[in-house]
Structure formats: structure tokens, C-alpha cells
Nanobody, 126 residues
Framework: QVQLVESGGGLVQAGGSLRLSCAASGLTFSTYAMAWFRQAPGKEREFVAAISWSGKRTFYADSVKGRFTISRDNAKNSVYLQMNSLKPEDTAVYYC???????????????????WGQGTRVTVSS
């Protein structure tokens, strides 16, 4: 079965950095676009970043542009989220997601990928 396993979350001070990783198994990773979503306490899950199957296209939420970078390594079946200049409002559970939907923008806007990971918690202290 498909598994997406996130790691790298933790507690960091404002202005610090974290790198999240997501290891995928049970799917042909290089044929899936990958994304990160997050859910803060008391809020709905929201899109953070996405990357096409080839890695040639990337998408970011306005709130993280210039601070976060999504990347992938198809040889390692992994996707990453480098988070710099972290702010307290970045505190959330971060979820990895995979989709083969042809319209990645639609998946981003509807939050409806094919698979979800279990999430990793990121806490940014002020």
C-alpha cells in the first residue's frame, strides 16, 4: 500500500530553519506530483507548496514564497520542504501529499490529492 512518511518537524525559534522530508513507498514516485499542506490549531488545512513529477514546476502559497523551497529526489522517492525565516504563524502540522491528477493547480486549490501522509508537527516559538 502507499505510504508517505514525513519527518523533520520539531520546535524552532522564530527566524530559524527546518527541513521536512517525506519518504514515499508503494507507488511509482516519479509519476506523482507532490505537495505539502499544513493545518494550524483551530484552522482548516491549507496548501503550502507543490512540485510537478519532473520537478520542473513548483507552486507556493503567498504566505511562504521566498522563505520555503520544495524539492524532490526521484532516485530516493523523497520530497523535501526547506523552511527558512520561520514565523510563529508557520506553526502547524505539515502533511505530505501525492497526486497523479493531470491538473495540479486544481488539486492545490481543492486540497484533494490521492494520498496523504500522517503529518509532522512544526512549532515556531516567538
Amino acid at each position: 500500500q502507499v505510504q508517505l512518511v514525513e519527518s523533520g518537524g520539531g520546535l524552532v525559534q522564530a527566524g530559524g530553519s527546518l527541513r521536512l522530508s517525506c519518504a514515499a513507498s508503494g507507488l511509482t514516485f516519479s509519476t506523482y506530483a507532490m505537495a505539502w499542506f499544513r493545518q494550524a490549531p483551530g484552522k482548516e488545512r491549507e496548501f503550502v507548496a507543490a512540485i510537478s513529477w519532473s520537478g520542473k514546476r513548483t507552486f507556493y502559497a503567498d504566505s511562504v514564497k521566498g522563505r520555503f523551497t520544495i524539492s524532490r529526489d526521484n532516485a530516493k522517492n523523497s520530497v523535501y520542504l526547506q523552511m527558512n525565516s520561520l514565523k510563529p504563524e508557520d506553526t502547524a502540522v505539515y502533511y505530505c501529499a501525492a497526486t497523479r491528477a493531470p491538473n495540479l493547480e486544481l488539486v492545490i486549490s481543492t486540497g484533494s490529492p490521492d494520498y496523504w501522509g500522517q503529518g509532522t508537527r512544526v512549532t515556531v516559538s516567538s
